[in-house]
């Protein structure tokens, strides 16, 4: 089932989306050799907080209720690192994934940001994470089915000598964080048997993790942080977009001149 939303949803998921945009910028300005992840994670829990917005994270169940409002992930942590008072060091690479729910309505970005002067090959993982996220969302008015779109993002990652990582997908989002549809960043034939068109009104958390080496994961025994099965180090990028009838809109993006951002 697609959740197709109106030009008034999108507008409401926009606010979430600006607030998303906010804790990252939060975030952002923190970053440096010395910070612990677990500042990192305060500085976005105090933008939901003053807008008295619910963090979609906290708390979310398993073995371990999650405990923080962001995922830090670290070098060769994938996804779901909790943050800690782990102190970065120049030349890290940390990964932060937060979103939050306002007035009814979720967003939810993630970042893959350099601490100080990373290495060439880690600024190409970056940059190669990074692109293929804005190719996903370019094609999404040009291409029918999500299929296409994934195939053509493994395919550029694949080239540039990464591999994506698949034990994870993006989703459908809106009233809930996760929604019908799943949203893989690759192609298989499983995936097309699940594959879904590309409507108006489709909103999407699209967000390809990339490897440097084997797109293998295992999880900690923490029982959230996915980490690389070889230790090669991994990146995360992640926007909330819109499909809509001007094209594709990415939610989770800064304002423009028009916008005002949440109190």
């Known amino acids: 089932m697609l959740n197709l939303r109106s030009n008034r949803e ?20 923190r970053i440096r050799p010395g910070v612990t992840t677990r500042e990192l994670d305060q500085a976005a829990e105090e933008v939901f907080a003053r807008a008295e917005a619910i963090p979609l994270f906290k708390g979310v169940p398993g073995p371990v209720p999650f405990p923080a409002v962001t995922c830090t ?5 994938v996804v779901h690192g909790i943050p800690t008072d782990r102190q970065l060091q120049e030349g890290d690479i940390v990964s932060v994934d937060t979103g939050c729910q306002i007035a009814g309505w979720c967003g939810d970005a993630a970042k893959t940001y350099p601490v100080g002067r990373v290495s060439e090959k880690t600024q190409q993982l970056l940059d190669c994470t990074a692109a293929s996220l804005d190719l996903a969302i370019e094609r999404l008015d040009k291409d029918a089915t999500w299929s296409q779109v994934a195939k053509q993002l493994q395919e550029y990652v694949e080239s540039s000598g ?13 009233r809930e964080m996760h929604e019908p549809p799943q949203v893989p ?3 298989s034939p499983s995936s097309e048997r699940e594959d879904f068109p590309l409507k108006t009104g489709l909103v999407l958390a699209i967000e390809p993790m990339v490897n440097a080496g084997s797109p293998e994961v295992k999880c900690r025994e923490d029982h959230w942080t996915q980490v690389t099965a070889d230790g090669s180090w991994s990146a995360h990028f992640e926007h909330t977009v819109a499909l809509t009838s001007d094209g594709p809109t990415r939610l989770t993006g800064p304002p423009t001149d028009e916008e005002s951002l949440p109190a």
């Open 73 to 77: 992930s670290v070098n060769d942590e």
């Open 162 to 174: 990464f591999s994506v990582v698949t034990n994870f997908v993006g989703h459908g989002i809106g």
């Open 185 to 187: 960043n690759f192609y």
């Open 10 to 29: 999108i507008k409401l998921m926009r606010q979430a989306g600006l607030l998303v945009w906010q804790a990252h910028q939060a975030v952002s300005q």
